[in-house]
């Protein structure tokens, strides 16, 4: 099915690091308005390297390109992980 393609093939896939793959998924995720999603994809990025303010800088550049609301939510899923996680504040 398309979820197994999805995190099985596509994901196995090593053209693009996987950091670089999650913050493209954020961007994608964060344009298209979906918090739900985007809220695994966070924690993905987080789980593979990323940094809590690369995900966030890769918010607000996209912000340009799918609007401030879509931006605004982003950044609270963002938010929410972090606390879940146990990594908000963030430090610095």
Not at 50 to 76: D, H, R, S, W
Request: glycine share 8%; net charge negative.
């Amino acid at each position: 099915d398309l979820s197994h393609y999805l995190t099985g093939k596509m994901y196995a896939r090593d053209q693009l690091p996987h950091q670089t793959r999650q913050l493209d998924t954020v961007a994608a995720l964060t344009v298209r308005a979906r918090p739900e999603e985007l809220k695994l994809h966070n924690a993905a990025a987080l789980t593979v390297g990323c940094e809590p303010g690369e995900i966030a800088e890769t918010i607000f550049q996209t912000m340009i390109y799918g609007g401030v609301p879509a931006g605004n939510t982003a950044l609270k899923v963002l938010r929410t992980v972090l606390e879940e996680r146990g990594d908000w504040p963030i430090d610095g």
